[in-house]
């Protein structure tokens, strides 16, 4: 069995626990021990990072073609359409590389990160499609968020049949994009919305989504898009409320210039509360998404009451100093909690400690 060398040292202390705890003879663990191989080098990864960079570097060229004048002329001299014929061809070509990359898939189901990339590029020509079709049905400004949701649709649609995480993430980000349009355009592109500014609304539709891919995560029909969708909805959830905790539910500038920093503090101590709140999620249930999120949203909170409140008042050195004693102290605790009913440690075997160097 190949394992990645992290990988490789948490078996062997599992076999080497279940070998102290007597759930398994010496000559079993020895046996499973020499079954295990350490993976020299994670292509895996390196696959994944290759395609992500040529989808870069594709978008660069042709953002670097329409930016030079000469080409952009020539492009739109050979491609001067009507607005539907050219809404036709792109949903062509979209549907032609969804089609290719769910065949693709279903004959190659290894190659992960070429087909994600074919998707990719098929999202683009969706989206491209979506953008001249409201040019084709001369669609107003009122309309702009109508075709945002189009798009949602779309791409909810293809990920729920495709089954693609990948289609599923440009359906929240398009719902998130939908939300924030829908609401500027009621709000006559005003500060406000039933009294709520846009960090706000959007630290709503964030818990909002975070519920839902909790309530989906044992789901047998949605489970494939839970951690994509817990995802998306924490990201929302928390830059929403890191955003509040500075500049509160103001919608102006000059509003927020005449309030008193301690007046916004409320919106800080609930930023705190939520992050704790996900932190306590990730470790009683084990769900790294929650508890990383928490944590780094955490001291990102820290940091900005720091150089908020203390700043220009305390020594440097007393603050950090009081930070890492208190997390000093969490962490003893914390590690008082994960040695209870831990059997005494014995010497590992030779494959533990070359995977631990």
């Known amino acids: 069995m190949k394992l990645r060398k992290k990988e490789f040292g948490t078996v062997n202390r599992a076999l080497d626990h279940w070998r102290l705890s007597r759930m398994i003879d010496e000559n079993l663990a020895r046996t499973l021990g020499n079954d295990l191989e350490i993976i020299s080098f994670d292509w895996a990864r390196l696959a994944r990072y290759c395609f992500w960079i040529s989808i870069v570097c594709i978008v660069i060229a042709i953002g670097a073609l329409f930016a030079d004048q000469y080409l952009r002329q020539l492009f739109w001299r050979i491609f001067n359409a009507p607005e539907t014929v050219k809404c036709l061809s792109l949903a062509a070509l979209s549907a032609a590389l969804y089609w290719y990359g ?72 398009s719902l998130g994009s939908w939300l924030g349009a829908e609401t500027g355009y009621l709000s006559g592109w005003g500060a406000y919305y039933l009294g709520m500014n846009f960090p706000l609304r959007f630290t709503l539709f964030g818990a909002v ?105 305390t020594h440097k050195a007393i603050f950090f100093g009081l930070l890492g004693i208190s997390f000093w102290i969490l962490g003893r605790q914390a590690e008082k909690i994960w040695n209870l009913g831990e059997p005494p440690p014995l010497p590992s075997s030779p494959q533990s400690r070359a995977a631990g160097s």
């Open 209 to 313: 989504l975070t519920a839902a891919a909790l309530a989906i995560e044992h789901s047998a029909r949605f489970e494939f898009f839970h951690r994509t969708t817990l995802a998306m909805g924490l990201l929302y959830l928390f830059i929403s409320l890191w955003i509040l905790s500075i500049f509160g539910n103001y919608g102006d500038m000059d509003s927020w210039y005449r309030v008193k920093q301690i007046e916004l503090f409320g919106w800080a101590l609930l930023f705190g509360v939520v992050a704790c709140a996900a932190i306590y999620h990730g470790l009683r249930y084990d769900n790294a998404i929650t508890k990383g999120f928490g944590l780094t949203f955490l001291f990102l909170n820290l940091y900005t009451r720091y150089f908020e409140y203390f700043w220009n008042m």
């Open 102 to 173: 769910f065949r693709r898939r279903a004959r190659h189901p290894q190659k992960i990160f070429s087909t994600e990339a074919l998707f990719f590029f098929a999202v683009l020509a969706t989206a491209a499609a979506v953008f001249e079709f409201g040019h084709a049905i001369a669609a107003g400004p009122e309309d702009f968020s109508l075709l945002i949701l189009l798009s949602c649709v779309i791409y909810a649609i293809l990920g729920l049949v495709l089954r693609s995480n990948l289609i599923w993430l440009f359906a929240l980000v």
